[in-house]
């Protein structure tokens, strides 16, 4: 059984940089496509990044490019979004997601507000 947790979620100021993690369990990790998602209160999910399975390829929505970073450690079964000059409409409960399969963890809310 597949399970992901999402961590790292925070309170954080307009400019500020958080990271996310996401430790996943019962599945091989280096292989998966991954993806990073977001649900801003009142809106539908929006997809945020995604990366391959060995980490060499990325992508970006572009109301993230060049702020966010999405990365992985497979050593540690751990995929990662380094998110830095946060907006207050990064305000959401972000998601990792498997690539091609409905499996979800439970989310990490990111508040960014002064």
């Known amino acids: 059984q597949v399970q992901l947790v999402e961590s790292g979620g925070a309170l954080v100021q307009p400019g500020g940089s958080l990271r996310l993690s996401c430790v996943a369990s019962?599945?091989?990790?280096?292989?998966?496509?991954m993806n990073w998602w977001r649900q801003p209160p009142g809106k539908e999910r929006e997809w945020v990044a995604r990366?391959?399975?060995?980490?060499?390829?990325?992508n970006y929505a572009d109301s993230v490019l060049g702020r966010f970073t999405i990365s992985r450690d497979n050593a540690k079964n751990t995929l990662y979004l380094q998110m830095n000059s946060l907006k207050p409409e990064d305000t959401a409960v972000y998601y990792c997601?498997?690539?091609?399969?409905?499996?979800w963890g439970q989310g990490t809310l990111v508040t960014v507000s002064s």
């Open positions: 990366i391959s399975g060995n980490g060499d390829s990325t």
């Open positions: 019962g599945l091989t990790f280096s292989w998966v496509p």
């Open positions: 997601q498997v690539r091609g399969r409905e499996i």
